[in-house]
Structures are given as C-alpha cells and as structure tokens.
C-alpha cells in the first residue's frame, strides 16, 4: 500500500470488463454459428492444454449469477462484448433472434441492478463462414460488419448508450495473421496490414450508421496501446523503439485522429517488401469518423531491442529491468500515466477510457476457501494511481475498467493466464470473490484510493 490521497472526479466510472467467447461457453446453442475461435481452439496443439472457450464461465446460463455478483461487488459499469455469430450465424443473412434476446436479457438485467452497460461489437470472433470468404482480407467483411451493428443499435439502442466498435484491432491483424496464434491462425504480414485496414474501415461504417441513425449514447473504439522504450540508450535500440511504436501504437492511432498511416511506416514497410493496403477513396475520411471516445488497453510497456534480421520490423521485445507478471509482462505502471499523457498531447480526443488494465498471477486457494491475491491488489492500485497521476495533468480520463470480472479463457494460453477479480472453479463452475474483488469494491465504494 503506498500512501495515496487520491479523489476521482465525481462522474468517473468504474467498471470490469469481459469477451463474448472468453466468458459465454454455449457456443453451439440457441443458433449460434460457428466462430473463428471456435475453429481455431479446436486444432489440436493451437491452444495451451488444448482449452477451448466451449464452456468457459457458462457465462451464457450464469449470467444472472454473475450481475448478482457485480452488484454485490457495487460495480457501476459494465464492459462486455457481443458474439457476432450469435446474431448472423454465417456473418450475415438472416437474423437468429434467440441470439438477440440473450443480450436483450442481459442487458435487461444489468440494468435493473443499476449497472451501466458498455458494449463491445467485435472482440475477436468472426463467423467462421465469414472467415471462409478472406476474413477481414476481404473488404466486403466489413460491409457486413455494419449490418451487423446496425441490427444490434436497432435492438439494443435504446437500453445501451455506450458502444465500441473493436477490440483491439491491432492483435485481430497480427496475432491473427503474421504471428498466426490467434484464430484464424495466418502467417502473413501483409494480410495483416490488409485485415487492419478492413478493421478500420468497418469501425469507420459503424460509427457513421451510429450517427446517421441518431442514436442517443456515444461510440469509441478499443486499442491495446503501449508505450516502445528502447532496451538501451544504443541509437539502433532507440531507433528500434520508434519503429515499434510506429507498428503497434501510430499505425491504427494515426488514421483515426489524423486521416492517414504514419509515413515513415509506410516507406519501411515498402523498403521490406511489404505489400501495403489498397486504400480506396473515402477510405480515410470513414477512418477517421469523429468518435466520442477512445478506449486504452494498457497491460505493460514494450522494451524494444534492436535485432536485425527479424523480418521485418528488425526487433525483439525484452521484459526489462521490471518483476513481471505470470504472462511475462513487466509491471510499469509509469507507463500508463506517460501514454494517457502522450494520447492527450498527440491525438487530444475527446474522452479516454482505460477500457482494460489487469494482471494474470497464479492464484491459490487456501484452506480457508479464500483467494488472497495481494499482489494483483499491488498491481491494480499502482495503475490506478497511475491513472489519477494523469488526471492530475488535465488528462480527459473518464472511466477504468478492471480486466477481468472473472477467471476466464485467455485465448492461446487457455485457462493458464487468470486475471479475475473473481476466480472461477471450472469443474463445479463455483465463483469466488478474490480479496482484489473486494479491494476494488472498496475503491469504488470510496471514489479513489486513500491511506487512512
Ligand atoms: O484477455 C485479453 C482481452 O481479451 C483483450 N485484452 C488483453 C486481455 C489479456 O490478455
């Protein structure tokens, strides 16, 4: 516990935050079409332990055991994500209303215990027969995506007055189809930089089908952002560092607030032979619809090492002099106040979120039934404090949002990386609040972190 006296503003929100195919399971129920990621974690030897998301937190059936668990946790806000393939089985066509009626029910639901709803429209799981016609290779995707969102603003706008549009495009590109360990498991660079340009596109469509429908509410989009420190004060680390922060932060932060891709990328990339995406007219103006809001997913910071020879960034990542968490990320909590900071001063939106912060460590339970995470306390209030640091400086930030409500699947690590507020037993699908659950109750409860 450090000592702190730290007042949020009065409006500000708390939250935790989840995904459709980390947390619902049913995954073949009620109409639901086949995903990316249901097809992915059932290649043998894709996943950590071979885990799918099939079951998960049974989320789909328990849900009203998890709101319950949210307001006994006095948790405000709610940030989840809706299974495109629940409403269009085959990405689009006819509508599955069963698939509807499960977020109308609950949505419905959080509602009726006081907890605002922010939404999610794509966190990662493509209708496979979306995925079978290119994915997000193919322009026409993101023609569908709009559809899509238009059908679920018509449902759900008037209970939901939040909306993103993607999670964190940057890991739908790349962890999807360069690295190729996320579904649908593509190893390619240039498919990457086409599916992020189509990812951008259908944010683009989304946010103008918002507005031109007049919903009430605002709409954003979610990028994992972090900021790239060289690994030394070597020129060709520093340089490193700047490509990296080129590759992972300006790349999608430049054509949403600036109306173009970074330049000096865009000539790397060329220099490596990398196929560059087909922008077409009006491409950048759609990209850079105005949006009310602009979600961070902060988790650690990139140190960037100079490695000539990886093709085609030159680089590695190093954990740095940090401790690190059960994934490997190092915890600089410093980092989250310079990005808020750095976010204000070149892309000034309108409104932050720090839509996701959390950390995975090994959780154990004691004789008592007890979970006595301290050390993701530790790692929560160093960021949290983080977060008010910035706000200090006049940074926008409106809202934190605890990644996660609850033990989940963690993609290709599987059930190995938890980082809930409230741990999950997946043989009897028990839940348990962590002492971190009621740490952060206890920070909302209070509206800050204070030491008496
Ligand atoms: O679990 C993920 C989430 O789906 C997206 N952001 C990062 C989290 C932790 O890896």
Avoid at 141 to 148: E, W
Wanted: proline share 6%; charged share 20%.
């Amino acid at each position: 516990m450090f000592y702190a006296n730290a007042g949020f503003p009065e409006r500000f929100k708390w939250g935790v935050a989840t995904a459709a195919y980390q947390i619902e399971g049913a995954t073949n129920e009620d109409g639901k079409g086949e995903s990316i990621w249901d097809r992915f974690c059932h290649i043998p030897g894709r996943i950590y332990n071979n885990d799918t998301g099939d079951i998960a937190c049974d989320h789909y059936h328990r849900y009203k055991e998890d709101v319950r668990l949210m307001k006994e946790l006095g948790i405000p806000s709610y940030r989840y994500s809706i299974a495109w393939s629940r409403i269009f089985p085959r990405g689009y066509g006819d509508i599955n209303q069963k698939g509807l009626d499960f977020y109308k029910r609950l949505t419905g639901e959080l509602l009726e215990n006081g907890i605002e709803p922010f939404v999610t429209l794509y966190h990662w799981d493509l209708p496979q027969a979306l995925q079978d016609e290119g994915g997000w290779t193919n322009p026409a995707t993101a023609d569908h995506f709009m559809a899509y969102c238009e059908t679920v603003f018509k449902a759900l706008g008037g209970q939901v007055k939040n909306w993103m549009t993607l999670n964190e495009p940057w890991v739908a590109s790349f962890n999807g189809h360069y690295w190729g360990n996320f579904a649908p498991g593509l190893r390619d660079f240039s498919a990457a930089l086409a599916a992020g340009h189509n990812l951008l596109r259908a944010h683009g469509l989304a946010v103008r089908s918002f507005r031109q429908m007049g919903l009430d509410g605002e709409i954003g989009i979610v990028l994992n952002l972090c900021p790239r420190e060289p690994a030394s004060d070597a020129p060709e680390d520093i340089n490193a560092a700047v490509r990296n922060d080129g590759f992972g932060n300006r790349w999608f932060l430049d054509p949403l607030f600036k109306g173009s891709y970074p330049l000096n990328m865009e000539s790397y990339y060329a220099s490596q032979g990398v196929v560059l995406p087909k922008i077409s007219a009006g491409d950048m103006k759609l990209i850079g619809e105005k949006i009310d809001f602009l979600g961070v997913n902060y988790y650690y910071i990139d140190f960037t090492k100079a490695t000539p020879g990886n093709w085609p960034l030159g680089y590695k990542t190093v954990p740095g002099p940090y401790p690190v968490t059960l994934y490997g990320w190092p915890v600089v909590e410093r980092g989250l106040t310079d990005l808020l900071i750095r976010l204000k001063i070149d892309y000034n939106p309108p409104k932050l979120y720090v839509t996701e912060n959390g950390a995975s460590y090994p959780d154990v339970i004691n004789i008592k039934g007890e979970i006595l995470d301290d050390i993701r306390i530790d790692y929560l209030e160093r960021h949290i404090l983080a977060c008010y640091k910035a706000i200090e400086t006049g940074v926008p930030l409106s809202g934190y949002f605890v990644w996660s409500l609850i033990d989940n699947f963690e993609w290709s690590t599987g059930f190995k990386n938890t980082f809930g507020l409230i741990y999950l037993n997946k043989q009897t699908q028990e839940r348990i609040i962590k002492r971190s659950g009621i740490w952060y109750s206890n920070i909302i409860r209070r509206n800050g972190i204070f030491s008496d």
